[in-house]
């Protein structure tokens, strides 16, 4: 499939245990985003980054968030110590992202979504 | 706030009707993108439009920007029962940024 996929699909995990969520963006895509979706809202920004530096994270809620993507592909999305606020779809996108000069062209700012990970923590 | 603020919060339409959503937002901005939600298919990629266009089409698809008043509303014509999801307006401040999510407006089409 050329779309972003993200694992699991589903995770449940008992307060104060850790999680990890991974995301695989489309290939060549240099920008990555991670959002928090809770129930009845809109996603919120948590991170991005372009290739493997982390240029914005200022949407991650605490310091319990930590998200890495180490060969700027793959990235992943580490929670400790969940709580229960923490239960949400937690879903990736990537967007081209590549060349200043192409920002003319609209696709190149286009983002495109996982079916992202529900966490529900108990 | 650059966040988009979608209106009306729900809209009940029958099948065949027009659909007109309104979004606002309150900073500048570089584009404007609408996303479509159900869960078949996740978030969706609808259309987006830049801050130096004023109208955008694409298939049923109408968008229209007006940076003065910060608004934007998207206009699905001919509306279908498979239309049925949440919109949300997302504002970018920059040419590829973060998006700012509203709410959103759920569209129900009745058949």
């Known amino acids: 499939g050329a779309g972003v996929s993200q694992s699991p699909r589903y995770k449940v995990a008992k307060r104060g245990q850790d999680v990890a969520l991974r995301c695989d963006p489309i290939s060549g895509h240099v920008s990555l985003f991670w959002y928090q979706q809770a129930l009845g809202q809109g996603p919120e920004f948590l991170t991005y980054?372009?290739?493997?530096?982390?240029?914005?994270k200022s949407g991650l809620p605490s310091d319990r968030f930590f998200a890495e993507r180490p060969e700027g592909s793959v990235s992943t999305l580490k929670i400790q110590r969940t709580q229960q606020e923490d239960s949400a779809v937690y879903l990736c996108?990537?967007?081209?992202?590549?060349?200043?000069?192409?920002?003319?062209?609209?696709?190149?700012?286009?983002?495109?979504f996982g079916p992202g990970t529900r966490l529900t923590v108990l | 706030s650059q966040q988009g603020e979608e209106d009306p919060q729900a809209l009940s339409i029958q099948e065949g009707e027009n659909a007109t959503m309104n979004c606002s937002y309150k900073t500048s901005i570089n584009n404007l993108q609408w996303y479509r939600q159900n869960s078949g298919r996740g978030l969706v990629h609808l259309i987006l439009i830049r801050s130096n266009e004023r109208e955008k089409h694409s298939g049923r698809l109408r968008v229209t920007l007006d940076t003065s008043k910060k608004s934007s509303s998207l206009l699905i014509t001919a509306s279908r029962a498979a239309d049925t999801a949440s919109y949300f307006c997302?504002?970018?401040?920059?040419?590829?940024?973060?998006?700012?999510f509203g709410k959103g407006i759920t569209l129900s089409v009745r058949p």
């Open positions: 997302a504002p970018a401040g920059g040419a590829n940024s973060k998006l700012t």
């Open positions: 980054f372009q290739n493997e530096a982390q240029l914005d």
């Open positions: 996108a990537s967007s081209q992202g590549r060349f200043p000069g192409l920002a003319a062209i609209s696709s190149y700012n286009e983002q495109f």
